[in-house]
C-alpha cells in the first residue's frame, strides 16, 4: 500500500465547475499535510498547508480528518489556469521532517 | 535571487556512462533534497541533507551519491548510469524551522 494515496485522475472540468480531491496517508503519526501544485513539465510549488480545523485560500478549501487519515482540496469556480497536476503531501515525521509526496491528481479546466 | 537552480537542464547518457547533477540555493537554506519523480511514482527522497556537512540516504538512494559542497551547493552523482535510472530530476530546499520545500526546474535525464 502506498503511503500517500491519491486517485490520479484525470478530471476534465468546464470553467466555474466546483471539483474535490481526495487524499488518504498510512502513517497515523503523520504530523503536517500540503497541497502542491505542479505544471506540466515544470516543478511542484506550495499551494497550502492543511490543517486540522479546515482552512480556506481564496477559491481553494483544504480539509483534514486525522480520524480517517484523508486529506482533501477543494477548488471552486475553477480557472483554465487551475490546470494543473495536485499533489497531496504530507510530513511523516522523523530527524529531517521528510516530505512523502502522492503521485498526483491531474485536474484540466475546459473552456 | 535565483531561488534554486539546476544544471543541465536535460542530458543523455549511454549505460555506463558516469554524470553529476548540480543543484545550487542562494536562499540561505539549511536543508536540501534530490527526489526523482517517474510516471504513476509521485517524487521519491534519493538522498538529504539536513545541514551543510552532512547527508542521508533517503527511500531510493542505490546508484547514487551525493556531497554537499557548501551550504549553498549539492550535487548528485550518478556513477555508471542504468536505464532504470531514466527519470525527472528534483532537486529542492528547506529554510530551517518552515516546512515549505521550494524545488528547483528539474533535469530530465534519459539513460539508453
Given at each position: 500500500r502506498k503511503e500517500v494515496e491519491q486517485d490520479p485522475g484525470p478530471f476534465n472540468v468546464p470553467e466555474g465547475a466546483t471539483v474535490a480531491f481526495n487524499c488518504t496517508y498510512?502513517?497515523?503519526?503523520?504530523q503536517s499535510f500540503f497541497w502542491y501544485r505542479q505544471d506540466c513539465r515544470k516543478e511542484p510549488k506550495l499551494l497550502m498547508s492543511v490543517y486540522s480545523s479546515g482552512n480556506e485560500d481564496g477559491r481553494f478549501t483544504a480539509q483534514l480528518n486525522r480520524a480517517s487519515q484523508y486529506i482533501s482540496l477543494l477548488i471552486r469556480?475553477?480557472?483554465?489556469?487551475?490546470?494543473a497536476t495536485y499533489l497531496c503531501v504530507v510530513n511523516m515525521g522523523g530527524s529531517a521532517r521528510q516530505l512523502t509526496f502522492g503521485s498526483g491528481t491531474q485536474l484540466t479546466v475546459l473552456p | 535571487n535565483a531561488g534554486v537552480t539546476q544544471t543541465p537542464k536535460f542530458q543523455v547518457l549511454k549505460t555506463g556512462q558516469s554524470m553529476t547533477l548540480q543543484c545550487a540555493q542562494d536562499?540561505?537554506?539549511n536543508s536540501m533534497y534530490w527526489y526523482r519523480q517517474d510516471p504513476g511514482m509521485g517524487l521519491r527522497l534519493i538522498y538529504y541533507s539536513a545541514s551543510e556537512g552532512t547527508t542521508d540516504k533517503g527511500e531510493v538512494p542505490n546508484g547514487y551519491n551525493v556531497s554537499r559542497?557548501?551550504?549553498?551547493e549539492f550535487s548528485l552523482r550518478l556513477e555508471s548510469a542504468a536505464p532504470s535510472q531514466t527519470s525527472v530530476y528534483f532537486c529542492a530546499s528547506q529554510k530551517q524551522g518552515s516546512e515549505t520545500q521550494y524545488f528547483g526546474p528539474g533535469t530530465r535525464l534519459l539513460v539508453l
Open positions: 498510512s502513517n497515523s503519526a503523520s469556480d475553477s480557472k483554465l489556469s487551475d490546470s | 536562499m540561505n537554506h559542497l557548501n551550504k549553498r
